[in-house]
């Protein structure tokens, strides 16, 4: 890429990894961390997760590449405080919700900025849980692009390919409804799996038994509830919706086990065989 900084606001999983991907992909650009927490910043040094920290924020506007990777709330407060940047920089955000983020742009910035959503990420958080490679294979969706700057979008597209991501394009209301479905909604399931076993009479001796495919479905409801809470709300409705769709299908195959439709239950798993022909 052709330019000579990056700023990172955020220091945490999805941050410190793009930090550690691009500090060895592109070695000769200074990177700037900034994060609000003190125990990050330590961590992030001694990681070596960014060259510098600043304390600074304005310091972060004047590089040539901007990176969000704060939770969602915490990115519509931040770019309602810029008045302005440079011309030719570069803001994008990595918020998991679009719409409500590109609707609080500042018009005197949306041509520096980019929505993005890299479809990756663990259940752990913090700077210690950065990972290089985090990015490579995986998804991105570069949201409302007719509302970027054609410098800031070649920017971007050129940033994603380097970290090996596979890059889509969609609006930002068409994002938030498809990711309620495939990334929202199965979090809240793991949350109300964890959450129904924990309920039971002797949990410990229920999870004594847990083999790999409750350890694989619980495993993301270790996921930060701050950010999860935050997500999950600026997206409600889009969730409610999947939620339904996915009540209805328990509904139905609880009709099926009342009575005792076995052929019915075999189909009924058999089709649900077929989301993997797609994937």
């Given at each position: 890429?052709?330019?000579?900084?990056?700023?990172?606001?955020?220091?945490?999983?999805?941050?410190?990894?793009?930090?550690?991907?691009?500090?060895?992909?592109?070695?000769?650009i200074?990177?700037?961390?900034?994060?609000?927490?003190?125990?990050?910043i330590?961590?992030?040094?001694?990681?070596?997760?960014v060259?510098?920290?600043?304390?600074?924020?304005?310091?972060?506007?004047?590089?040539?590449?901007?990176?969000?990777?704060?939770?969602?709330?915490?990115?519509?407060?931040?770019?309602?405080?810029?008045?302005?940047?440079?011309?030719?920089?570069?803001?994008?955000?990595?918020?998991?919700?679009?719409?409500?983020?590109?609707?609080?742009?500042?018009?005197?910035?949306?041509?520096?900025?980019?929505?993005?959503?890299?479809?990756?990420?663990?259940?752990?958080?913090?700077?210690?849980?950065?990972?290089?490679?985090?990015?490579?294979?995986?998804?991105?969706?570069l949201?409302?692009?007719?509302?970027?700057?054609?410098h800031q979008?070649?920017?971007?597209?050129?940033?994603?390919?380097?970290?090996?991501?596979?890059?889509?394009?969609m609006?930002?209301?068409?994002?938030?409804?498809?990711?309620?479905?495939?990334?929202?909604?199965?979090?809240?399931?793991?949350y109300?799996l964890?959450?129904?076993?924990m309920?039971?009479?002797?949990?410990?001796?229920?999870?004594?038994?847990?083999?790999?495919?409750?350890?694989?479905?619980?495993?993301?409801?270790?996921?930060?509830?701050?950010?999860?809470?935050?997500?999950?709300?600026?997206n409600?409705?889009?969730?409610?919706?999947?939620?339904i769709?996915?009540?209805?299908?328990?509904?139905?195959?609880?009709?099926?086990?009342?009575?005792?439709?076995?052929?019915g239950?075999?189909?009924?798993?058999?089709?649900?065989?077929?989301?993997?022909d797609?994937?």
């Amino acid at each position: 890429m052709d330019i000579k900084s990056i700023g990172i606001i955020g220091l945490g999983l999805m941050g410190g990894s793009i930090g550690l991907s691009l500090k060895k992909l592109y070695p000769h650009i200074n990177i700037i961390g900034y994060d609000h927490n003190l125990t990050h910043i330590h961590e992030a040094i001694d990681l070596k997760l960014v060259d510098k920290i600043t304390q600074n924020i304005q310091e972060i506007w004047q590089c040539d590449l901007a990176i969000l990777a704060i939770p969602v709330d915490g990115i519509i407060s931040l770019i309602g405080q810029i008045s302005s940047v440079p011309k030719m920089t570069t803001i994008i955000d990595m918020g998991s919700t679009k719409k409500l983020i590109c609707d609080s742009i500042p018009d005197a910035i949306r041509s520096n900025f980019v929505a993005t959503h890299p479809m990756t990420g663990t259940e752990k958080s913090g700077p210690t849980a950065a990972i290089e490679g985090l990015y490579n294979g995986k998804t991105v969706v570069l949201c409302d692009i007719e509302k970027s700057g054609a410098h800031q979008l070649e920017v971007v597209k050129k940033l994603y390919r380097a970290l090996g991501m596979n890059i889509i394009y969609m609006d930002s209301t068409s994002h938030d409804k498809h990711a309620a479905f495939i990334s929202h909604m199965p979090h809240v399931i793991s949350y109300a799996l964890a959450n129904t076993v924990m309920r039971q009479e002797d949990p410990k001796s229920i999870i004594a038994l847990a083999g790999g495919g409750f350890r694989d479905m619980s495993r993301i409801a270790k996921s930060s509830p701050d950010m999860w809470e935050s997500i999950i709300r600026q997206n409600k409705i889009n969730v409610l919706d999947s939620i339904i769709n996915f009540k209805q299908e328990l509904d139905s195959f609880e009709q099926m086990l009342l009575k005792e439709d076995w052929d019915g239950v075999k189909e009924w798993m058999t089709e649900a065989n077929s989301l993997h022909d797609i994937l």
